[in-house]
C-alpha cells in the first residue's frame, strides 16, 4: 500500500502574553514588543495536523477520521479555546514556555503524537496565528 499524508485543520481562539516574569519590563518589552502587554492579546488560531502512514487497503484511509477528529478535540480545542495560555494552560504559565506559535507547535505534537492510532504517525504541526504567520513544527529535536 502506498504512503499518504492527511492534513485536519481545528480551530480555537486564545489570548496569550509573551513575557518572562525573571526579566524586568523594559527587557520583556525590548525583546516581545507589544505582545508584552500585561493584559495579553487574542488570536483565532487554525492548527493543522498532518498524519502520515500507509493506505488501507479496504478503506483507503491513512487514519481512521473520527478517531483522530476526537485526539484534535481533546488534546488542542477543548485544551485551548476560549482560554487565556499563561492563566489556563500549566505548560505556558508565566515562568514556563512562552505561548509562541513554535511553543504551541512543539506542544500539540507531543500530546497529538502519543494519543494517534496505529498504523499512522505525525509528520506536521502548523499552528496559524494569522493569515501571513504561522509556525511548524516536524518533530526534530
Known amino acids: 500500500m502506498p504512503t499518504a499524508y492527511l492534513t485536519r485543520t481545528v480551530q480555537f481562539s486564545a489570548a496569550h502574553r ?3 516574569p ?3 519590563d523594559a527587557r520583556n518589552i525590548e ?7 500585561p493584559h495579553g492579546h487574542g488570536h483565532t488560531y487554525m492548527c493543522e495536523v498532518t498524519v502520515k502512514g ?5 478503506t483507503a484511509m491513512v487514519v481512521d477520521l473520527v478517531a483522530l477528529d476526537r485526539v484534535l478535540h ?11 495560555l499563561n492563566l489556563d494552560a500549566p505548560e505556558f504559565a508565566y515562568g514556563q514556555a512562552v505561548p509562541t506559535g513554535e511553543a504551541l507547535c512543539v ?15 505525525l509528520a506536521k504541526v502548523r499552528v496559524r496565528e494569522e ?3 504561522w ?7
Do not use: K, N, Q
Request: with cysteine; aromatic share 12%; charged share 30%.
Open 74 to 84: 481533546e488534546e488542542v480545542v477543548a485544551r485551548y479555546d476560549h482560554r487565556h
Open 22 to 24: 525573571e526579566w524586568s
Open 18 to 20: 509573551y513575557f518572562r
Open 54 to 58: 500507509r493506505t488501507d487497503p479496504m
Open 135 to 141: 509556525a511548524e513544527y516536524h518533530g526534530e529535536e
Open 131 to 133: 493569515p501571513a504567520l
Open 107 to 121: 506542544e500539540i505534537w507531543r500530546r497529538v503524537a502519543s494519543r494517534l492510532p496505529s498504523g499512522c504517525v
Open 31 to 37: 525583546t516581545f514588543g507589544a505582545c508584552a502587554s
